[in-house]
């Protein structure tokens, strides 16, 4: 199947600073990307579509300038939680669909990547 | 936002059992998928049944869904101590957003 690779896997930063996750599809390109937090014990919750070239779409809740999306190529989407925070400490995935219809497209996940914030 | 329900919402059985988990949704949908998620990883794509499908099956897994009901379930045969792991179910309506439900997290013991 495809391979979707996220960087870093596992990373800690001091409060109110900012971190960068990158989503990379290895093997296909990817027009639409979507974004991932899980907290312990807990389902995914959907936090953003990424779609190469525009602008990304957030769900209700989710705070744009907090969470900075880009996806400046069809291989690559980034996230950047800007000025950190404990509260933001979280499993965060990616996900990236090939073949590019929605209908008949298959979704392959990232590993996650583990952010913990002093 | 979350689609719907899973229960149970916690699992335990014995290896050589059948694995039993329900999800539940609330809005209309292209497809229902059900992933599988290692404590700490990411998500194993398990299989994905169409809304005009009633059932699937994949090795030891099988899928229904019930649209008029909103309702899906996911039977695992003949579990494995491997087969350790929380189960999600997921929904995609035709805008392609797959939203999960809450999960099942299932232990088999040896």
């Known amino acids: 199947g495809a391979v979707v690779s996220q960087h870093p896997s596992r990373v800690i930063c001091k409060s109110g600073t900012s971190v960068k996750i990158e989503c990379r599809s290895l093997?296909?390109?990817?027009?639409?990307m979507f974004w991932y937090r899980q907290f312990p014990k807990q389902s995914l919750m959907l936090m953003a579509t990424s779609n190469e070239g525009s602008k990304a779409t957030y769900e209700q809740g989710v705070e744009k300038d907090k969470f900075l999306i880009n996806h400046a190529s069809l291989t690559l989407s980034t996230l950047t939680v800007t000025s950190a925070h404990p509260e933001d400490s979280s499993f965060y995935i990616c996900?990236?669909?090939?073949?590019?219809?929605?209908?008949?497209?298959?979704?392959?996940f990232g590993e996650g990547s583990r952010l913990t914030v002093l | 936002s979350q689609q719907g329900e899973e229960d149970p919402q916690a699992l335990s059985i014995q290896e050589g059992e059948n694995a039993t988990m329900n999800c539940s949704y609330k809005?209309?949908?292209?497809?229902l998928q059900w992933y599988r998620q290692n404590s700490g990883r990411g998500l194993v794509h398990l299989i994905l049944i169409r809304s005009n499908e009633r059932e699937k099956h994949s090795g030891r897994l099988r899928v229904t869904l019930d649209t008029s009901k909103k309702s899906s379930s996911l039977l695992i045969t003949a579990s494995r101590a491997a087969d350790t792991a929380s189960y999600f179910c997921?929904?995609?309506?035709?805008?392609?957003?797959?939203?999960f439900g809450q999960g099942t997290e299932l232990s088999v013991k040896p």
């Open positions: 809005t209309s949908i292209n497809n």
């Open positions: 996900s990236a669909l090939v073949g590019g219809n929605f209908n008949t497209g298959e979704l392959f």
């Open positions: 997921a929904t995609q309506n035709q805008g392609g957003k797959l939203i």
């Open positions: 093997d296909f390109q990817a027009t639409t």
